[in-house]
T-cell receptor, first 115, second 109 residues
Framework: ETGVTQTPRHLVMGMTNKKSLKCEQH?????MYWYKQSAKKPLELMFV???????ENNSVPSRFSPECPNSSHLFLHLHTLQPEDSALYLC??????????????FGPGTRLTVL | KNEVEQSPQNLTAQEGEFITINCSYS?????LHWLQQHPGGGIVSLFM???GKKKHGRLIATINIQEKHSSLHITASHPRDSAVYIC???????????FGTGTRLQVFP
């Protein structure tokens, strides 16, 4: 049990749908992250939030819209996705935002399929 | 060429064997993480190191900063060690994780 939960675990959506992924961390951390993991590719960082403020957007298309209402919750709102957006979306959190000294704790991921 | 190369990409072993997974990187780094990803998708951080060697149970991680190389060793491997192992150096100037593509390990009884 990592202390980071994600819902739903699996999601199938059409290209015209709007859906949201939810992440919650119970570790009292201040930084939260969204990652995308496509088949046969390394993990890609999408967004970083520190104390609810977005500190990084790694050139992510606007059809992905993150929201961080507080340090414990992170959402990823999805709309008009493409089939190539099908992937495993992972949320992570860390106490501080410095990855050279701090460990990230990952959620189980949401496996997204876009038809 | 990728900034992070892991070898082998796939590895099968019999229970009890000694396992070595290698990671080479081409950029300056400040630290390096080893991660474990189980078939369900969840990722667990195994080690974070910036020099020398760390040991946790049957797992040992080493790093040689000058040679830009790190290894993950598993002693007395067990089927529950079956997972994808990911090397993730931290860019020295960027403080960002640079992920390898992972090594898929299967340990058979």
């Amino acid at each position: 049990e990592t202390g980071v939960t994600q819902t739903p675990r699996h999601l199938v959506m059409g290209m015209t749908n709007k859906k949201s992924l939810k992440c919650e961390q119970h570790l009292g951390h201040n930084a939260m992250y969204w990652y995308k993991q496509s088949a046969k590719k390394p993990l890609e960082l999408m967004f970083v939030y520190n104390f609810k403020e977005q500190t990084e957007n790694n050139s992510v298309p606007s059809r992905f819209s993150p929201e961080c209402p507080n340090s414990s919750h992170l959402f990823l709102h999805l709309h008009t996705l493409q089939p190539e957006d099908s992937a495993l979306y992972l949320c992570a959190s860390s106490q501080v935002i410095r990855v050279s000294t701090d460990t990230q704790y990952f959620g189980p991921g949401t496996r997204l399929t876009v038809l | 060429k990728n900034e992070v190369e892991q070898s082998p990409q796939n590895l099968t072993a019999q229970e009890g064997e000694f396992i070595t997974i290698n990671c080479s990187y081409s950029v300056g780094i400040s630290a390096l993480h080893w991660l474990q990803q189980h078939p369900g998708g969840g990722i667990v951080s195994l080690f974070m190191l910036s020099s020398g060697k760390k040991k946790h149970g049957r797992l040992i991680a080493t790093i040689n900063i000058q040679e830009k190389h790190s290894s993950l060793h598993i002693t007395a491997s067990h089927p529950r060690d079956s997972a994808v192992y990911i090397c993730a150096p931290v860019g020295g100037n960027t403080d960002k994780l640079i992920f390898g593509t992972g090594t898929r390990l299967q340990v058979f009884p």
